[in-house]
């Protein structure tokens, strides 16, 4: 699996939108990226994932940039209640059933 | 639908006792995974388990066993404590990845916070 790259951590006011950058320079061209967060202690919540088109659902929005190499995880009106640790991850669908988790983006709502 | 249960929430033990952690989950998942994490630290696999009866190593297995009698059950045994096996402890499971279509997402349990004295 390809390594990923975050920032250790980031602010975001309340209500702005919160965007979190991943660098996954190596990333091979079957691996997905995918994104999950873990809010004090608690187990992690998938987010989103994606190959290499943009995806959105209620929670987020992801951008993967044309060569792959880099995401933005977007938070579109961030509250309180996403102050968490937001993990990247980068993973091949074939084969391989471990999820590599980094130490992630402390991300922190100012209010 | 409960999701992934884990089982007990909280545990205190010395150093050489042995104890058993319990993972359930009611979404009918051929996959199941037990993680550790440790302060600060992001989740490391110990073991996994791709269906009923066959289990494989992860990152960090020693000092762990698992067992996958039933499907809806992963267990993860400490035989003999230490503190450095003081953790916490995730369980999760998924739906078999597909060739050619998505991987499946791991839905995680609460979690059972373990300290070894």
């Known amino acids: 699996d390809a390594k990923t790259t975050q920032p250790p951590s980031m602010d975001c006011a309340e209500g702005r939108a919160a965007n979190l950058p991943c660098n996954h320079s190596t990333i091979s061209g079957n691996e997905y990226v995918y994104w999950y967060r873990q809010i004090h202690s608690q187990g992690p919540q998938y987010i989103i994932h994606g190959l290499k088109n943009n995806e959105t659902n209620e929670m987020a929005s992801l951008i993967i940039t044309e060569d792959r190499k880099s995401s933005t995880l977007i938070l579109p009106h961030a509250t309180l209640r996403d102050t968490a640790v937001y993990y990247c991850?980068?993973?091949?669908?074939?084969?391989?059933?471990?999820?590599?988790f980094g130490t992630g983006t402390r991300l922190t709502i100012i209010p | 639908n409960a999701g992934v249960t884990q089982t007990p929430k909280f545990r205190v033990l010395k150093t050489g006792q042995s104890m058993t952690l319990l993972c359930a989950q009611d979404?009918?998942?051929?996959?199941m995974y037990w993680y550790r994490q440790d302060p600060g630290m992001g989740l490391r696999l110990i073991h996994y388990s791709v269906g009923e009866g066959t289990t494989a190593k992860g990152e960090v297995p020693d000092g762990y066993n698992v067992s996958r009698l039933k499907k809806q059950n992963f267990l993860l045994g400490l035989e003999s404590a230490a503190p450095s096996q003081t953790s916490v402890y995730f369980c999760?499971?998924?739906?078999?990845?597909?060739?050619?279509?998505?991987?499946?997402?791991?839905?995680f349990g609460p979690g059972t916070r373990l300290t070894v004295l």
């Open positions: 979404m009918n998942h051929e996959y």
């Open positions: 991850i980068a993973i091949s669908n074939f084969g391989n059933e471990k999820l590599t």
């Open positions: 999760a499971s998924s739906y078999v990845p597909r060739r050619g279509a998505d991987r499946d997402t791991q839905y």
